[in-house]
Every structure is written in C-alpha cells, then in structure tokens.
C-alpha cells in the first residue's frame, strides 16, 4: 500500500469514529442513527392563523379598499331629501344600508353612523340610525348607516363567530373609502357617528385609519375586548358558557390586546364628542367617564355631555344632543377648512 492511500484509509476511518462518537452521545433510542448532517425530514410549516390580519396593527397597513358605492332604490321621498337603499362590497362581500341624500346639487358633509346591537330577526335596514340620520339630513348632511354582514340585504358574514366581529371596522373604512364614488359627497367633510356597539367600532375606525373624521358616540361601549362581550352575558341562556369556550380557543391561538381598541388609543387623530344617560340600563356612566379621561391623557380633543334621567337611547334629551352633534361636526369642518385655506397661503 502506498503512503498516500495509507493516509486516506486512516482519515476515512477518522471520519468513521466521529460519526459513531456523535451517534454514541446524540442517540436516545438504542439502535437508532441520527445523522450528523441533520435531519433529513423537512420542518413542518407553521399553522397558519387566518385571523391575524384582522389584527389592528395589519389593518392599518391594510387601509380601506374604494368599491362603487351604489344607490339601488328609492325608499322614500322627503322635501329636504331622498332615503335610498345603498351597496357596496368589502372582502368581496356585498353589504347594503341606509343612505339619506339632501336635494340639491352639493356637494353635502357626510356622516356615517353607526348603529348598536340589533338581533337578527328584528332588524330592517335603518333600525338604530333612522331617525337621527333623517334629521341630520334635513340640515343638510348625506349619512350613510351600513347593516354589516348579516343584516338587511347584505351577503352573509364567515362561519366564524370572531372573524364576523372582527370584519365590522373592516367593513366601515371600506366604505370610508368608497364614498368618493358617490355623488354629491364633499371629500373633505366626512364625520362619524357611533351608537352603544357601533361606538366601539368607531373608535377602532379612527385608531386603525389614522383620519381626523370628527367623531360623536352615543353611549360607546367602551371596555377592553373581550370583556367588552363578557359583561353582556348573564343575558344569555346558558350564561355565556359557549361563548367562553369559544374564546378559550382563541386565546391559545391569538394575543386577543391586538383585537381590543384600547391598546391604540393614541393612533386617533380626531376630536371626539361623548353623550351618555345616567340612567342608561346597558352602559356603565362610569365606562364613558372613564374612556373621555384615557383619550384626554393621550392629548385627545374629547368632551363628555351626561344626561339626567335618561336612558340608553338618549332619550329625554334626544333633540339637545343632536343640536350639539351638529353644532359640533359643523365648527370642525369650518376648523378644517381654515387650515386648509392657511397652508395653501403658505405653500
């Protein structure tokens, strides 16, 4: 044998020797090999979670989606305006509701309201925003209140109880984003309006945004999710146990804070007008009081209106606070239009 095929057996055998020494020390199952390359399995792919881009931090790098906003039919004729029933679609879904158009050539402010809880079976489009969006009109605002998936003429929302909750604000800055299709809306004066639940989804409509929309909330609820649903339950037959093993099982999934509007307050760049009853038998004053303190240590333009003996639906005091929601939509959008006029001086 020659000296350079000595030297390569002894270093094959080297070789040899180290891979049995690596067996010997990594081996915990007799007899069984593991190789010191690795493993030749492929690592299973992570489980992919579809709820995720509903969290708030993905759908403002999502932003709103423009579809055509359409007018289908005439549900009744006013002087002052015309009541419509309107579509457009988000997520490839249509979804229908209550559009209020001012005669005349405009272009008009716009407001979109947002109504609270409605069981299914008693619901009609414009149930929760009919009245004030007829009033609003008539002094000269386009309001637009969505019925979400589910409701009205709408297409049905997923088979996913969470996925349909989390798709609400969803929905809302896609018609945000719509509204430039429509006409007779003035781009540049565009406000919100939210009741009880549809608060809630106001207030996450502002975080995930980032839009100035001067905002008035009606009895917001206003408590961190999934608390937000918790509290409700001693209203359900079986006291919530279904609802709580479902959210167990998203918990092991999900880091619920990412669905929840209170981790982002200081996403909201808008003024904010509060109006709750102290007599209101669904929201805590204490939750409203509470939410107009959070939002001003965040340097939040807020104010909170409290009403004596009167309820939920801000009844007894309905006509004051939808003269200081007027009043209040109208001086941000002369605001507005003054800085506008004084940047362009500038430029």
């Not at 509007?261 to 909201?268: H, S, T, V």
Request: aromatic content about 12%.
């Amino acid at each position: 044998m020659t000296k350079n095929k000595l030297i390569i057996l002894v270093g094959l055998i080297g070789i040899l020797l180290l891979f049995l020494f690596i067996w010997l020390i990594t081996s915990k199952e007799p007899g069984k090999i593991i190789s010191p390359l690795g493993s030749l399995k492929k690592e299973p792919k992570p489980t992919a979670k579809p709820l995720e881009k509903y969290s708030f931090e993905n759908l403002k790098k999502r932003q709103g989606k423009k579809s055509k906003l359409k007018l289908e039919k005439v549900l009744k004729q006013e002087n002052k305006f015309t009541s419509y029933l309107f579509s457009y679609t988000s997520e490839k879904r249509k979804i229908t509701g209550l559009a209020n158009i001012p005669q005349g050539s405009g272009p008009f402010p716009v407001v979109v309201m947002l109504r609270g809880y409605v069981d299914q079976q008693d619901y009609q489009t414009g149930v929760g925003t009919q009245r004030g969006g007829e009033f609003f009109s008539n002094n000269g605002f386009i309001t637009l209140a969505p019925d979400f998936l589910g409701y009205g003429g709408s297409d049905m929302p997923p088979n996913n109880v969470w996925e349909e909750r989390f798709l609400r604000p969803l929905t809302v800055i896609d018609l945000l984003a719509s509204i430039s299709s429509l006409d007779k809306a003035d781009q540049e004066k565009i406000a919100l309006w939210g009741h009880s639940n549809g608060g809630m989804i106001a207030l996450a409509v502002l975080e995930i945004t980032g839009e100035d929309y001067p905002t008035c909330l009606w009895a917001p609820v206003s408590q961190f999710f999934p608390y937000d649903i918790l509290y409700y339950t001693y209203e359900f037959d079986d006291k919530g146990k279904a609802l709580r093993k479902n959210l167990a099982e998203l918990e092991k999934e999900y880091d619920v804070n990412n669905y929840s509007f209170d981790e982002y307050l200081d996403w909201i760049k808008a003024p904010i007008q509060i109006h709750q009853g102290a007599a209101d038998q669904y929201i805590p004053l204490e939750w409203s009081k509470n939410l107009t303190e959070k939002l001003k240590e965040k340097e939040i333009k807020a104010e909170l209106y409290t009403y004596p003996n009167t309820d939920h639906h801000l009844q007894g005091s309905w006509n004051k606070v939808v003269q200081r929601n007027l009043y209040f939509w109208t001086t941000n959008f002369e605001k507005k239009t003054a800085s506008r006029i004084v940047e362009n001086k500038k430029k």
